[in-house]
């Protein structure tokens, strides 16, 4: 929670409306335009869903909430894979459950072509290069030796930011935060992207060959 808060004084919002908040920055980011009305719901209730799971006594008051946030069930494979494929029923798929997407993202790590940063100017030349321009929405990539793979979704640009969407990990919350913050969680990693075109074919082509 202390990353909405953050942002709600960073962008001029009342804290009393943190959820307001975030589907306001939401409705200025041109990749959750272009979204399906789906996609779009999937997003806006991944984040009800943390502020839920956030309150105090939220483990007995909203226990499917809790359990979906830090039971073990979605990391950041699966979030991604349940938005593009706009299916929210794989966090529940017992070969998702298995690590099939996270290996799926490890192999697929092995035949791309990464953009190793360190420094915010390395990260503003990447974003330079592959994000500026690019077909929004567009997945990130990143990987590294001392870090698992990584996924996310960066969904559009307000000011000099790049916003993303993330679950970090299993037991981590669900976030609206700007792309900067992967630089501080990810130091020296490999970074890249896919469109959403792109992704969709490589999971589709490697479900086929399972």
């Known amino acids: 929670m202390v990353q909405f808060l953050e942002m ?4 001029g ?3 009393e409306s943190i959820l307001s908040k975030q589907w306001g920055v939401l409705s200025r980011l041109e990749g959750f335009a272009a979204l399906s009305d789906e996609q779009q719901r999937l997003i806006k209730l991944s984040l009800y869903a943390q ?3 956030s309150r105090d006594g939220s483990l007995g ?3 499917q909430s809790y359990d979906h946030l830090y039971g073990g069930i979605v990391n950041c494979h699966t979030a991604v894979e349940a938005l593009v494929l706009n299916d929210h029923t794989i966090a529940f798929d017992e070969r998702r459950r298995q690590g099939w997407t996270h290996r ?3 192999e697929e790590s092995e035949t791309k072509v990464f953009t190793k940063i360190k420094t915010v100017e390395q990260l503003d030349e990447f974003c330079l290069n592959y994000v500026e321009g690019a077909t929004l ?3 990130l990539y990143i990987h590294g030796k001392k870090h698992h793979a990584h ?4 969904l559009g640009k307000i000011d000099d930011d790049w916003m993303v969407w993330e679950k970090k990990g299993y037991e981590y919350p669900y976030r609206l935060v700007p792309l900067a913050e992967q630089l501080h969680d990810y130091p020296d990693c490999g970074w890249a992207v896919d469109s959403f075109q792109d992704y969709l074919q490589m999971v589709r082509e490697r479900s086929g060959a399972q």
């Open 61 to 63: 008051a909203y226990s």
């Open 13 to 15: 919002v009342s804290k």
């Open 151 to 154: 996924t996310a979704v960066i």
């Open 8 to 11: 709600s004084e960073r962008f």
């Open 104 to 106: 799926m993202i490890n």
């Open 51 to 53: 502020e839920r799971g």
């Open 137 to 139: 929405p567009l997945v």
